[in-house]
Antibody, heavy 117, light 110 residues
């Protein structure tokens, strides 16, 4: 059974940093592109970032470019999102998701990040 | 990258059909056959319902179907059931390894 489990969410002040992790199991993690998607509670889904299977390529939404870094450790079956210079508008539930055919076929349960002053 | 445009709400009685539109541009929806649709119940993670415009993952009922014409994609739910009441989001590949989601549509089963 495919499982994605996020961790590392929490509360932080503006300008602070957090690192989210996404532990993958039930599939060969190293063969799949992975994504982070976020959702402000009560609002819509927003794509954040993508990394290809061997970490050779990453892309970011303009809203997080230069502040967030996506990475992965295929030996540990884990995806990461390092979030720096956090802003109030980064407050959201962050989901990790697996990419198949340029769609998001499995999702984690989400990790809540709250940026407050 | 601007969000794809969806109607805020749609509704239908049990057994009826409802169709949700998803309008983008030639740089996303119109440029690629990589449109997907997601169902999200309150407090839950999204679930993939349609990928590559009109393909259903294993386990998704054939009441769910997708199509595309030009810069607009559509999701049709036939034979509406109470459990279909949820938020629905479209997504499209937007080139250069970028992606965009729709604004979301709340489907109500009357």
């Amino acid at each position: 059974e495919v499982q994605l489990v996020e961790s590392g969410g929490g509360s932080v002040q503006p300008g602070g940093s957090l690192r989210l992790s996404c532990a993958a199991s039930g599939f060969t993690f190293s063969r799949y592109r992975m994504h982070w998607v976020r959702q402000v509670p009560g609002k819509g889904l927003v794509w954040v970032s993508r990394i290809n299977s061997d970490e050779s390529s990453t892309t970011y939404a303009d809203s997080v470019k230069g502040r967030f870094t996506i990475s992965r450790d295929n030996a540990k079956n884990t995806l990461y999102l390092q979030m720096n210079s956090l802003r109030a508008e980064d407050t959201a539930v962050y989901y990790c998701s697996r990419d198949v055919a340029w769609s998001f076929d499995y999702w984690g349960q989400g990790a809540l990040v709250t940026v407050f002053s | 990258q601007s969000a794809l445009t969806q109607p805020p709400s749609a509704s239908g009685s049990p057994g009826q059909s409802v169709t949700i539109s998803c309008t983008g541009t030639s740089s996303d929806v119109g440029g690629y056959n990589y449109v997907s649709w997601y169902q999200q119940h309150p407090g839950k993670a999204p679930k993939l319902m349609i990928y590559e415009v009109n393909k259903r993952p294993s386990g998704v009922p054939d009441r769910f179907s997708g199509s595309k014409s030009g810069n607009t994609a559509s999701l049709t739910v036939s034979g509406l059931q109470a459990e279909d009441e949820a938020d629905y989001y479209c997504s499209s590949y937007a080139g250069s390894n970028n992606f965009v989601f729709g604004t979301g549509t709340k489907v109500t089963v009357l």
